[in-house]
Nanobody
């Protein structure tokens, strides 16, 4: 069973940047689309971005479009989320996940999840 480990979270001021990483334990990682989700306290987990296995296509939720960039390096079994122009409303635990069916934003389409990394944006 592939395992996913996120890193790169932390505390940043509004307007700042962070880059999250998600390392997979197996090379089969390169065969799957991957996604990033986030969950703020008291809220449901929401889709942030996804990327195809090749990295040729990406998909973003509207609130992060133009600020966040998802990418991957299959030689390192790692997917990234570059987050720029961060806002306090981006504060959440961020999770990466492996997709079973492509770029779709529905959490139920993802079968392997990391443990999450906290991102806190101060105003």
């Amino acid at each position: 069973q592939v395992q996913l480990v996120e890193s790169g979270g932390g505390l940043v001021q509004a307007g700042g940047s962070l880059r999250l990483s998600c390392a997979a334990s197996e090379r089969t990682f390169s065969s799957n689309a991957m996604g990033w989700f986030r969950q703020a306290p008291g809220k449901e987990r929401e889709f942030v971005a996804s990327i195809t296995w090749s990295g040729s296509s990406t998909y973003y939720t509207g609130s992060v479009k133009g600020r966040f960039t998802i990418s991957r390096d299959n030689t390192k079994n790692t997917v990234y989320l570059q987050m720029n122009s961060l806002k306090p409303e981006d504060t959440a635990v961020y999770y990466c996940a492996r997709s079973r069916t492509g770029l779709y934003p529905d959490p139920w389409r993802y079968d392997v999840w990391g443990q999450g990394t906290q991102v806190t944006v101060s105003s």
